[in-house]
């Protein structure tokens, strides 16, 4: 089992930035790629970033390219997501989550039922 729990979320204007951390427990996190997603209200869950669980491959969705950040340490079973000029529009709850291993070093799902553990989110709000 992996356990993961977000922190870091806050507020924050327009044009700042946020870094969210991810701390997992479990001594096989290293194995597991693991992502954030993010839902905002009234909308469903969607897609932001994922990392192998080498930490060599990532993706990101066309709204997080060149802005967001996902990082991990995994001596520290730790996975990071560094957001930069944040909108009003990146407001939303945002959730780690991680796979049990399934792919290869290079392996970066990106739909949620690629992932088998989330945690309970942290709330990111973005004001004008």
């Known amino acids: 089992q992996v356990q993961l729990v977000e922190s870091g979320g806050g507020l924050v204007q327009a044009g700042g930035s946020l870094r969210l951390s991810c701390a997992a427990s479990?001594?096989?996190?290293?194995?597991?790629?693991a992502g954030w997603f993010r839902q905002a209200p009234g909308k469903e869950r969607e897609f932001v970033a994922s990392?192998?669980?080498?930490?060599?491959?990532?993706d990101y969705s066309d709204s997080a390219k060149g802005r967001f950040t996902i990082s991990r340490d995994n001596a520290k079973n730790m996975v990071y997501l560094q957001m930069n000029s944040l909108k009003p529009e990146d407001t939303a709850v945002y959730y780690c989550s991680a796979d049990r291993g399934r792919g290869s070093y290079y392996y970066t799902p990106n739909r949620e039922s690629e992932f088998d553990y989330w945690g309970q989110g942290t709330q990111v709000t973005v004001s004008s």
């Open positions: 990392i192998s669980w080498s930490g060599g491959t990532t």
């Open positions: 479990g001594r096989t996190f290293g194995r597991f790629a």
